[in-house]
């Protein structure tokens, strides 16, 4: 990093198609001045998330990425400076600080954070990624033990999260993830009880043998055929939780919607429902202890995929987009 130049990665036009590098462009920029009610941050690593790619939409839960601006993207920072009441040089934070070394914020829009070592597990575990696994599979799967839970996406950041936690709630766990590595990774690593590789085609044939008693919560982190394959295969009462739709972000959206919706929803009674983390962000102290307490006692393995410079971010967005990921992938700025 360097300590005179501000590094920014503008997104330069939006994607019609696959996100390309040619969307993005590495700028020197200036340092800018916090007024007040911000800090200056220098920022120390950055998160890739699937997300990043659906902002390019348009507004979703948050506002669009417009060309032509830095990239967005959630970091965690340091304050060098700061003309906020409550915010001091040497502080920690969670916030939007963008692709670029240091970004000017106003305090109220950043988490302040423990120190944590590594500083890596504040974008992982115990980031946006572990309370996603955890709200979202407890609050809105609901798994009791001995149910049968499946995740997609499972060798990904939130997904080698959620198949972990349903394993510590007594449940058998499927993980759908794409390649035969990703797959026995799961189970010889991760403790999946078995993994489908969506890539060997006949999801829904593989799936039925891996999940014989059928599928009492679905953890949905990719939509499309996946979820598709899994609607018929859901036990009365079974539950959905809709997490995202990644296969529906790079690119043109499929012709067609699921079949089964909604049919199967109603002969089977099952209860889909969507969430956004911040929703939970109350219950967000205990979750934090929960997972620390699982990650320290060693029931809970963290996975990260850290990359340096930030130079090379857009290729690792690219990257994590098409499966090259294990885990939570982050730029070390
Ligand atoms: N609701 C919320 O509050 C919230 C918060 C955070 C994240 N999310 C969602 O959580 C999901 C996971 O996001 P993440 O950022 O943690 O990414 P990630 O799981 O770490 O990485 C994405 C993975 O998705 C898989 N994938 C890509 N295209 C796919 C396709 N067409 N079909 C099936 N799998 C595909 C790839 O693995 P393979 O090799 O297995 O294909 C890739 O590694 C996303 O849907 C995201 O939007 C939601």
């Not at 007040?36 to 790619?53: C, F, K, P, Q, T």
């Not at 506002?63 to 502080?91: Q, Y």
């Not at 670029?100 to 944590?116: F, G, M, N, S, W």
């Amino acid at each position: 990093m360097s300590g005179t130049i501000n590094r920014q990665i503008l997104l330069v036009e939006k994607p019609t198609g696959k996100l390309a590098p040619a969307h993005f462009k590495l700028r020197d920029g200036a340092i800018p001045e916090p007024r007040d009610g911000e800090v200056l941050l220098r920022v120390r690593y950055i998160s890739l998330d699937a997300a990043n790619r659906a902002w390019m939409h348009g507004a979703t839960y948050r506002s669009a990425v417009e060309a032509n601006s830095v990239m967005a993207g959630g970091g965690i920072a340091e304050v060098v400076s700061s003309k906020a009441a409550g915010l001091a040089p040497g502080d920690v934070v969670f916030g939007d600080t963008g692709w670029q070394d240091y970004a000017a914020v106003p305090a109220r829009h950043l988490t302040r954070l423990p120190k944590v070592e590594p500083m890596t597990h504040l974008l992982s575990v115990f980031g946006i990624a572990g309370l996603t696994a955890y709200f979202g599979l407890l609050e809105i799967g609901k798994p009791k033990a001995g149910e049968t839970v499946v995740v997609s996406a499972a060798a990904g950041s939130v997904g080698s999260i959620v198949g972990q936690i349903a394993k510590i709630k007594g449940c058998r766990v499927v993980g759908i993830a794409g390649g035969k590595d990703k797959c026995d990774w799961l189970t010889s690593d991760l403790g999946f009880d078995a993994a489908v590789d969506y890539k060997d085609g006949a999801v829904f044939k593989a799936l039925r043998a891996a999940a014989p008693k059928g599928v009492d919560v679905y953890f949905d982190n990719v939509g499309g055929d996946i979820l598709e394959a899994c609607l018929p295969q859901m036990n009365n009462y079974g539950r959905i939780a809709c997490c995202g739709a990644i296969s529906q972000y790079d690119g043109a959206p499929s012709a067609h919607g699921p079949r089964g919706v909604p049919g199967l929803i109603v002969v089977k009674r099952l209860v889909m429902q969507g969430f956004i983390v911040m929703d939970f962000m109350d219950q967000r102290d205990k979750a934090i202890a929960d997972l620390q307490g699982w990650v320290g006692s060693g029931k809970l393995k963290v996975q990260e995929d850290v990359i340096d410079g930030l130079e090379n971010t857009p290729a690792a967005l690219i990257g994590l987009l098409a499966g090259e990921n294990r885990g939570k992938r982050m730029i070390r700025v």
